[in-house]
């Protein structure tokens, strides 16, 4: 049973960086799609990105349109740690970030959704 938790979120102004992370402390997540997902105030929760499963698709990444460019997620198997890059961070990213694993990238349709951890709020505010 995968117990994913997020790291990392934080009040950061516009144009600011974060890097957050998702984490397991018991399984391996590499046999896992990862993916990362968004819920503003007030709004539906809404896929940002994924990685694929270490072992299928060469780890391959999606992104929603609105972040192309300014987040990079990757992975280091290692730490046994999915990492989400967001740079020029603008007020509409503020939200509750969660992280969630399963057996595919579609984010549009909150896929992978099968494990979610509890989220970590990014604020960016000047």
């Known amino acids: 049973q995968l117990q994913l938790v997020e790291s990392g979120g934080d009040l950061v102004q516009p144009g600011g960086s974060l890097r957050l992370s998702c984490t397991d402390s018991?399984?391996?997540?590499?046999?896992?799609?990862i993916g990362w997902f968004r819920q503003a105030p007030g709004k539906e929760r809404e896929g940002v990105s994924c990685?694929?499963?270490?072992?299928?698709?060469?780890?391959?990444?999606y992104y929603t349109d609105s972040v192309k460019g300014r987040f990079t997620i990757s992975r280091d198997n290692a730490k046994n740690t999915v990492y989400l890059q967001m740079n020029n961070l603008k007020p509409e990213d503020t939200a509750v970030y969660y992280c969630?694993?399963?057996?595919?990238?579609?984010?549009?349709?909150?896929?992978?959704?099968?494990?979610w951890g509890k989220g970590t709020l990014v604020t960016v505010s000047s």
């Open positions: 990685i694929s499963a270490s072992d299928t698709r060469d780890g391959s990444t």
């Open positions: 018991g399984v391996a997540l590499d046999y896992y799609a």
């Open positions: 969630a694993a399963g057996w595919g990238c579609n984010i549009d349709y909150g896929d992978p959704g099968d494990y």
